[in-house]
């Protein structure tokens, strides 16, 4: 067994756009920001991402596709890429969770949970 680790470690903070939303016609757009750490001990690169998207009424959309935001960084032991994008629903709140598919410079292959996250109209009084 090596002693070598291959971990990315993945935050997320997802915020509601209401000025590229439109409750009226089921448009509800949000931002996520996604902090990924390589928290192994061999620089590994992010080549591809899987999304599952869902919304309240379990409506799932998947996405797939190379890099993220036009990127597949290579991250050495310790460092930090960090990127924002977005998504749409059709309800007021939903999640979102995936995995990236990553190559080490060994050639070894794993993945990186993204954990599950909320998307989410703040609850406005009337």
Same mark, same amino acid.
């Given at each position: 067994?090596?002693?070598? %680790?291959?971990?990315?470690?993945?935050?997320?903070?997802? /915020?509601?756009? @209401?000025?590229?939303?439109? @409750?009226?016609?089921?448009?509800?757009?949000?931002?996520?920001?996604?902090?990924?750490?390589?928290? !192994?001990?061999? #620089?590994?690169?992010?080549?591809? /991402?899987?999304?599952?998207? %869902?919304?309240?009424?379990?409506?799932?959309?998947?996405?797939?596709? $190379?890099?993220?935001? !036009?990127?597949?960084?290579? $991250?050495?032991? !310790?460092? /930090?890429?960090?990127?924002?994008? !977005?998504?749409? $629903?059709?309800?007021?709140?939903?999640?979102?969770?995936? %995995?990236?598919?990553?190559?080490?410079?060994?050639? %070894?292959?794993?993945?990186? +949970?993204?954990? +599950?996250?909320?998307? #989410?109209? @703040?609850?406005?009084?009337?």
């Amino acid at each position: 067994m090596s002693d070598r %680790t291959y971990a990315f470690k993945v935050e997320v903070e997802s /915020r509601y756009l @209401p000025e590229q939303s439109n @409750p009226e016609e089921s448009q509800y757009a949000f931002a996520y920001t996604v902090t990924i750490r390589n928290v !192994g001990n061999v #620089a590994a690169q992010l080549i591809s /991402r899987h999304w599952l998207i %869902t919304d309240t009424n379990n409506r799932v959309v998947e996405v797939k596709g $190379l890099g993220v935001v !036009g990127h597949q960084p290579l $991250l050495k032991p !310790g460092d /930090r890429f960090e990127y924002t994008s !977005g998504s749409h $629903l059709g309800t007021p709140s939903g999640s979102m969770r995936g %995995t990236y598919f990553c190559v080490a410079e060994d050639a %070894t292959r794993f993945e990186a +949970e993204i954990p +599950e996250f909320a998307l #989410a109209m @703040p609850r406005t009084l009337h």
